[in-house]
């Protein structure tokens, strides 16, 4: 029992920094139509710069805020690079993100070297049902459903957020009334920088971050992500939820080498199944 | 034609008066060569990003090197390299090739991933330490041992592939699959058996993979999950695009263009009083920055972009292949500005 | 208010408009008719700034909207998003404070319909509503020139009579001068004064509707092949 509450919470709190990237990767998606391969960079620069930052003396809280609006600038400067030329097409747009994702490793490497990080956040553990846990789970956990929460406000609340579904609902409409489907697009990759720097910043106390984490950050958000068919991000809620239980439980009860071929093996399995839903005419879109 | 002759010829002196650690890189540059052929045919021609033309190298590297080790000849290792590369993606390609477009690239991608994780857990593939001791090639008795013979191996196997895309291009299966890169509905529609097409593909561009594979794992004599990592796959997609997409030639330019850059910068970065990640920071840095300048300014490619350069000096020569582009390119009027279809 | 000079628009290699003139006055109501592929959308478009012109001038006093062809609703937001969201392009500029601005109500004073079924998905329309969404949501952006692309398309004709007596009203009472494009002829010259007939990107004809409707020329083409005074012979 205790382990098995242990190995929950460990799973739900990664799970929520699947989440999180996912719903970058659904923000980018819904309002350009680019899956952004440097999705996971994000993380990453959030995770090394908010080290660094707290290691130059900068308090906690402000250390991690700073961190996740680097993140947000640099996905701001990847949209302008990937979708900001007009006509650019999409599928030139995603080689695009994967080559500035290969871009962030030189510039990675030259302010942070290429050996992991990681820094302490909330220190200490609560027992809980039997278990011991940490509290930074608790803490990731307790982000993710506050900016989960804040994400659904934005997009049914606020004009810019009904704008930016406008775009994802009928690009030409949105033109015709004035939505720059660019700007917007722009806008959506720097949320999509700051949704996946939170993720970082999050999780880079439980598990070090170095520059090339980025591909696996990336595939598990993806992989929360088209949960719901890249467009949803409650979908890509609860497919980051479900992902990282699966993870934990498979890592805790079978073996922890498996975690990644699991967390893999189910983003196949879930791809291939909605394939055969949809039809042929609205995958060309895509 | 007297053009392709002249690079030919060129190729085939080159390692008579290249130094040994020259040498390496041409042959690397060969097995590069090969894999991107495969990348471009598949990206060119049907339309789809792989991001997983590593795990093809190796399949053709773990192939050769268990056949060789186990008793089995290094002829038949190096003959069954692509057939099984070719045959693993033909079964792979059923279910993954259903998805299109960025879902096809983090499939491949994810099938890449799993089958690093695979042979690093599986003792039979050596694990994380890797298949060690390879016999080096022997062709009726003679063992190829010097980097020279392999040199000429490699770029065969490059000539080889470059054949087969030629008289795959030329074919009329090969003109319906250019159609397939544009839409595959209008393909579907007109009859062409998409869904054969690009398995054939996919299983084609697989199997130049697994040759390079093969060439590379006789070569060094020694492979493990690390020499096959994801930024692999990134390179050859680099390379093909860089290249130029649809192309024959292309494939060949791009490996050409980034190894001998990556190569000079390294050099440069690992010279003395250099920082510690200097060549690192270059070779990332190199790769990106040409991927992203092509895509944006020189969207067709190296090769065409050149060739139209040159066709602008002196009228009606065309050194480059058909006419080709990233998948989507090509329409006057962008998506975009099309009445749009509702996704659901 | 509206002063077009030898608008050429090409898309590549094709003339979609060549040399095409036209004018509109302040209050106006002005019918473009002209058969499919005619160039009408095009036209639309590029006074709205969608397309680019390769020649000529668009000289426009005040603010235009459009009303595209197929409606062009946003399917997965609500009618009142809809409508907001028509406010966005005047954003700056004008004095009127944001909120007051986007406050969908000021359009169900002109198309009382639409208040009832303001929560509801455009998505989940009927086409005649969706076409009501459409016209609501170009007013929000207070226009003086009103520019509708194919108002009758696909429409059941008792439907199109509601619309075109909005659209009356809304002329009459505000003083929004409106664009017709159609290839509904017969309906565009009942509803306005003055037209243009366009055809292969060229303006054919052109003057009062009750002109244009006998010109024989335009009755072949338009209006069912037979010119009034023909019927009987």
């Known amino acids: 029992m205790g382990s098995f509450v242990s190995y929950l919470v460990s799973g739900l709190a990664f799970g929520c920094s699947f989440a999180l990237l996912g719903s970058g990767f659904v923000a980018i998606h819904r309002v350009t139509r680019v899956v952004n391969f440097a999705q996971g960079t994000f993380a990453v620069v959030a995770g090394l710069a908010a080290g660094s930052l707290l290691g130059d003396g900068l308090p906690h809280g402000l250390a991690e805020v700073v961190a996740i609006l680097v993140a947000g600038v640099v996905g701001l400067a990847i949209g302008v690079v990937a979708v900001g030329k007009r006509g650019t097409p999409t599928l030139a747009s995603l080689v695009i993100t994967l080559g500035l994702g290969i871009l962030a490793y030189a510039v990675e490497i030259m302010i942070w070297g290429d050996q992991p990080s990681s820094y302490p956040m909330v220190r200490g553990s609560v027992h809980v049902a039997g278990a011991t846990v940490q509290k930074q789970y608790f803490v990731v956990i307790g982000a993710a459903i506050v900016v989960f929460l804040a994400l659904g406000l934005f997009f049914a609340k606020t004009y810019l957020g009904k704008a930016l579904s406008a775009c994802a609902s009928n690009p030409y409409a949105a033109r015709l009334v004035g939505i720059d489907p660019v700007r917007m697009g722009i806008l959506a990759f720097a949320l999509g920088g700051l949704l996946g720097g939170l993720a970082g910043v999050l999780v880079t106390p439980l598990q070090p971050v170095s520059f090339d984490s980025d591909v696996a950050l990336a595939t598990n958000g993806f992989a929360a992500a088209i949960f719901g068919g890249l467009n949803k991000p409650s979908a890509a809620l609860v497919g980051g939820l479900v992902l990282g239980v699966v993870e934990a439980m498979v890592a805790g009860y079978v073996n922890a080498s498996y975690q990644t071929e699991v967390a893999l093996a189910l983003m196949l399995a879930v791809m291939i199944w909605q394939a055969r839903k949809r039809t042929s005419l609205t995958e060309e879109v895509a | 034609m007297w053009l392709g002759s002249l690079v030919g010829l060129v190729t085939l002196l080159a390692p008579l008066v290249l130094s040994r650690s020259n040498l390496t890189v041409y042959i690397l540059l060969g097995t590069a060569a090969m894999a991107t052929i495969g990348v471009s045919l598949l990206m060119g021609y049907a339309g789809q990003v792989s991001l997983g033309q590593a795990a093809f190298y190796a399949i053709g590297s773990y192939t050769a090197a268990l056949i060789a080790l186990h008793g089995g000849s290094t002829v038949l290792g190096l003959v069954c390299a692509p057939v099984v590369a070719g045959l ?19 499939a491949t991608l994810a ?14 593939f050596g694990g994380d330490i890797g298949l060690q001791g390879i016999p080096p090639l022997g062709i009726a008795g003679h063992q190829l041992v010097a980097s020279r013979s392999y040199a000429w191996l490699t770029w ?23 159609a397939l890169s544009t839409s595959e509905i209008a393909a579907e529609s007109s009859g062409v058996p998409v869904t054969r097409y690009k398995l054939t593909v996919f299983a084609l561009s697989a199997g130049f993979a697994g040759l390079a594979g093969g060439v590379y794992a006789f070569f060094l004599g020694y492979i493990a999950p690390g020499s096959f990592p994801v930024l692999l796959s990134f390179q050859f997609v680099v390379m093909a695009v ?12 791009g490996a050409g263009v980034i190894t001998i850059l990556v190569q000079v910068l390294n050099d440069l970065g690992t010279r003395p009083g250099m920082p510690t990640h200097a060549a690192a920071v270059f070779s990332y840095a190199v790769y990106a920055l040409l991927l992203v300048l092509v895509l944006l300014f020189l969207p067709r490619g190296l090769l065409p972009a050149t060739a139209d350069l040159i066709g602008r000096f002196r009228r009606g020569d065309s050194a480059a292949g058909p006419p080709g582009g990233v998948p989507g390119r090509g329409h006057d009027v962008p998506p975009r500005s099309r009445a749009p279809a509702p996704d659901h | ?10 898309y590549g290699h094709a003339t979609a408009l060549d040399g095409v003139s036209l004018d509109i006055q302040p209050g106006e109501m002005v019918a473009l008719v002209g058969p499919n592929g005619a160039g009408k959308s095009t036209l639309v478009n590029t006074l709205s700034g969608v397309l680019r012109p390769s020649a000529g001038s668009v000289r426009l006093d005040g603010r235009i909207a459009q009303v595209p062809e197929g409606r062009q609703l946003f399917p997965d937001l609500s009618v009142a998003d809809n409508l907001r969201l028509g406010a966005w392009g005047s954003r700056r500029g004008r004095l009127a404070s944001g909120r007051s601005r986007r406050d969908p109500s000021r359009v169900y004073d002109v198309l009382p319909e639409l208040s009832s079924i303001s929560a509801q998905l455009a998505g989940t329309l009927s086409g005649g509503q969706q076409q009501m969404v459409a016209v609501g949501r170009a007013l929000m952006a207070d226009p003086d020139l009103l520019a ?3 108002l009758s398309l696909g429409l059941a004709p008792i439907v199109v009579a509601t619309l075109a007596r909005h659209l009356q009203q809304l002329n009459a009472e505000h003083g929004t001068a409106v664009l017709l494009i159609e290839q509904n002829a017969r309906l565009a010259f009942d509803l306005c004064e003055r037209g243009y007939v366009l055809e292969n990107g060229r303006i054919t004809a052109q003057g009062p509707c009750a002109e244009l409707a006998e010109s024989p020329q335009v009755a072949r083409a338009y209006l069912g092949g037979l010119v009034p005074g023909e019927e009987q012979a």
């Open chain 3, 148 to 150: 509708v692309d194919e």
């Open chain 2, 88 to 106: 693993l993606a033909a079964v792979v390609g059923v279910p993954i090739l259903r998805l299109r477009g960025h879902y096809l690239a983090f």
């Open chain 3, 1 to 10: 208010m509206l002063s077009v000079v030898d608008l050429v628009v090409e």
């Open chain 2, 111 to 124: 099938f890449h991933l799993i089958l690093l994780a695979v042979v690093g857990q599986v003792a039979f």
């Open chain 2, 156 to 178: 065969a196997g490059v000539a080889l592939c470059l054949l087969v895309t030629r008289n795959i291009i030329a074919s009329r299966p090969g003109r319906a699959m250019r």
């Open chain 2, 242 to 253: 860089v290249g130029g997409l649809g192309t024959i030639w292309g494939p060949v330019l």
